[in-house]
């Protein structure tokens, strides 16, 4: 789970389907080492790899805050932060046949983005033992997303009434 606009739109999937079918909604944010795990291991500090954990953490509840204002009250949900590459952990957690597994699709725009990204929503659907549903991000203009991005513009719901 990330909170890109894919990964909100998958989000937000995941609870109808959570809340359609009764399941537990298991949300996981996996992360690796800015640099690369090959290079942290050269040279590993581990308090850099808890505040990484962290981050992770912290994106994690504010992908709920975003896609649906809070984490639902309605469902039973678990949280993961798991350190590795995206593909191999979600595979690992939705091993049951049972399971359902959602994911976003970003669109990357232009030739750098497209060279420089690791395709989940290929590696994941080849791979994973349980259904995979790819949910696709928003079409945007290129100004709208860098936009919709700003943090100033998006405000969790407590800190945007705070103050009224």
Do not use: K, N
């Amino acid at each position: 789970m990330s909170d890109s606009l894919a990964g909100l739109a998958a989000l937000r999937r995941g609870i109808q389907e959570a809340r359609a079918t009764g399941r537990t909604l298991v949300a996981v944010r996996a992360w690796e080492p800015p640099e690369g795990e090959a290079l942290y291991l050269r040279q590993p500090e581990p308090s850099w790899a808890r505040l990484w954990a962290d981050d992770a953490r912290q994106r994690l509840e504010r992908a709920f805050d975003l896609a649906a204002g809070g984490p639902p009250a309605d469902l039973r949900i678990v949280r993961r932060v798991v350190r590795g590459s995206a593909g191999p952990v979600l595979c690992s957690i939705a091993a049951s046949p049972d399971d359902l597994l959602v994911i976003g699709m970003a669109r990357p725009r232009g030739p750098f983005a497209r060279l420089h990204r690791r395709p989940v929503h290929r590696f994941v659907p080849a791979r994973a033992e349980c259904e995979v549903l790819v949910v696709a991000g928003p079409r945007l203009l290129p100004r709208e997303a860098r936009i919709l991005r700003r943090s100033d513009l998006v405000a969790p719901p407590d800190r945007a009434t705070a103050g009224r």
